[in-house]
């Protein structure tokens, strides 16, 4: 099926430099002109490269396993967002104890292929990385393996990846190369965005009705609640805006057309650098009323940069992410959730503010709705997913070309179920759920990876919205695609009251997002939460769960955080508050020692906690009460770690080393996180009357 029919309907509001720009599908040979650096464990093999000796390399030379993303361009590297990011891949490689590679080093060689062994780009999802490769002269990757994002942002950026080997001896010689050895065993789509050099050249293609897209021939068959927000959304008539089939399976590969896109300060400035290169500064975005920003990373990274990269003037580069999406979301008329007014502090100083919000809370609180597709710039994206979204994270190309398209590419996953049977003791929480989910040999061994997260039974259904969007929202965690629960009662309530909508066009909204019996879940875990105890993670990765009782012996902490995307909503709130109140009855306050930072995310849950006269429990304990931001759950913040020894009870959603600071951190749902606030050690919350446990 072709994607277009003529230059009228959706087609004539494409952007004009577009329907004229010229594109082309290669489908002979490339030749890639220039050396190839091997990213070797030894560090002295390394640096003769750089200086300009070609290595002969051998099976007998260890390459580099396990190449993250934060090596090739660490986090603070990411506060650079144009052409710039050529100075830097690679700067966080470690080989043997060393970091070889130094700003420059890579650009200077006259590298066009780097070549890594098993796991190349894993980590986070971000697209600098390959971005800062390509800059640097890199135009074909090779890697013994390579992980999924980070060989589909490749794809999107036009750069070659490849697992076979073979083509270094072409490259060597100059050889010219068959496109067919990057294209073969891909589908049809990604095979064409490789012709044509990537998502964007694909997409004017498309658009310019020159490229075909295959056509969703499933028959109807039972689904999933996922796969029928799929069905509703392929698009079938890119040129005229259509779309829906009559069904989806897992596998099928199409693009879908979105409800919401949105992208926060790390991602918002590279895409808007892409759009004015290759689309043109006066060009408008495609329906930007339902395209939000969100400036909500970064806003107390003054408080938290260290010293080395304030003086490398690191802090003046990352401004200048606020500065671009705010000038860009003006120029183009969108929604920017910005930063609040900075305040003067009781020493006479500005201090940092805070964020008008954190863009999953916004996004659920204010504009996500059953049924629809949402996509963001964010791991946690699926947080939308509890309200019934499919909801999730693109990379930075995948934004971009959302701009001019509103759809996005995608392959509909497989689904797997988690039933969550009985009733829920009352100091178990969603956080605890999760904790439990993720240490499942299921989770943890891997196998959810890519997949659709759906939870359901009675102890899910029990849960508020807000308590279902903690589960939603560590879908990332799990490693799904995202994560999602039917829409009920309790969502037409919540519809009802914080988006004020009428019950019936709140029930309408709800109508048919259900699985049909018969729908196929490659898996299926049932978990009894009436056996359920408060949880902890131990420091190094959430699916190190344990239930609190277990803990071999007593673990003071020095500081509690409770905030976040996750653990800052108003029933997150009404948690910390409850566990202080019940302290304050009993003379409690925060344990000498003991830092507790409580942060909202957003300025309505702030406001929320107002009313309900929390901040004064929360002055009276003595916890700090801060504007709502990702602080330190991004290591950019109050209550980040600075020493390696400091130990941190924290409500955020994942603790990788490093994640939010040096030092060791617990994660626990926000009652654990207050009790232990109060005790000075990890302790689960007994609610009042309720015999001592632990
Ligand atoms: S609060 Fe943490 S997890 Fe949530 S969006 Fe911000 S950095 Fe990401």
Known sequence: ??????????????????????????????????????????????????????????????????????????????????????DFPYLGLKAGSEFPITRGSVRAGGFVASVAGKRRGKGSSREQSPYAEMCAGIRLVVGESIERIYRENCQNLGVLATTDTSVLERVKRGEPIPLAVFTQGEGRITRDIIEF??????????????????????????????????????????????????????GDEGFFQTDIRFSHEYVTPM????????????????????????????????????????????????????????????????????????????????????????????????????????????????????????????????????????????QVPPSFKV????AKPERVTAKDFMLQ????????????????????????????????????????????????????????????????????????????????????????????????????????????GLFIDELPGPVRIDIAYAGSCTAGKKEDMDMYARVFREGLERGQRVAAGVQCWIQCGSREVFEYCRQQGYDHVFADVGATFIEPSCGACINAGPGVSRKPTDVTISAINRNFPGRSGPGQLYLASPYTVAASALAGRITAWEPEGAPASV
């Open 1 to 86: 099926m072709l994607a277009g029919a003529g230059a009228s309907g959706e087609l004539s509001r494409m952007p004009s430099s577009l329907m004229t720009r010229q594109v082309e599908r290669h489908v002979g040979d490339v030749r890639l002109t220039g050396r190839i650096l091997y990213l070797v464990d030894d560090p002295a093999l390394v640096r003769s490269q750089l200086a300009g000796t070609d290595l002969d390399w051998t099976p007998a030379i260890r390459l580099r396993d396990n190449i993250s993303t934060d090596e090739i361009t660490p986090a603070y590297i990411c506060y650079y967002f144009d052409e710039t990011l050529g």
């Open 197 to 250: 050099g990537g998502l964007f050249n694909y997409n004017v293609a498309r658009l310019q009705n020159r490229v075909s897209v295959p056509a969703c021939t499933t028959a109807p068959r039972p689904m999933t609640i996922a796969e029928k927000v799929f069905a509703r959304h392929w698009v079938t008539d890119a040129a005229q805006g259509r779309m829906g089939v009559p069904a989806v399976r897992p």
């Open 271 to 410: 895409a808007a650098i892409f759009f004015d290169q290759l689309v043109g500064p006066d060009e408008p975005l495609k329906d930007p009323s339902s395209i939000f920003f969100f400036r909500d990373h970064l806003t107390f990274l003054d408080q938290a940069m260290r010293p080395e990269h304030v003086e490398m003037g690191l802090l003046d580069v990352a401004a200048q992410l606020e500065k671009k999406q705010r000038e860009f979301a003006a120029a183009k008329g969108v929604k920017l959730y910005g930063q609040l007014e900075k305040r003067l502090n009781l020493t006479g100083a500005l201090a940092s503010a805070g964020s008008e919000a954190i863009c999953h809370s916004k996004i659920l609180e204010a504009h996500a709705l059953p049924g629809q597709i949402i996509i963001g710039s964010d791991s946690h994206t699926p947080h939308a997913g509890a309200v019934g979204c499919v909801a999730f994270g693109v990379g930075t190309t995948a934004v971009f070309n959302s701009w001019i398209t509103k759809d996005v590419r995608a």
């Open 419 to 422: 039933v969550v049977r009985g």
């Open 437 to 544: 989910i993720l240490r499942h040999p299921y989770v943890k061994d891997g196998h959810a990876i890519g997949q659709i997260i759906e939870y359901a039974g009675e102890a899910v259904e029990a849960l508020s919205v807000d308590e279902r969007a903690t589960m939603t929202n560590m879908a990332a965690e799990v490693g799904a695609f995202t994560g999602i629960i039917a829409p009920d009662a309790r969502t037409v309530n919540y519809l009802v009251a914080q988006r004020g909508m009428s019950r019936t066009d709140a029930e309408r909204l709800c109508e048919g997002l259900a699985s049909d019996p018969g729908a196929e879940y490659v898996k299926v875990i049932e978990i009894d939460a009436d056996t359920l105890r408060p949880m902890i993670a131990l420091p190094g990765d959430p699916g190190n």
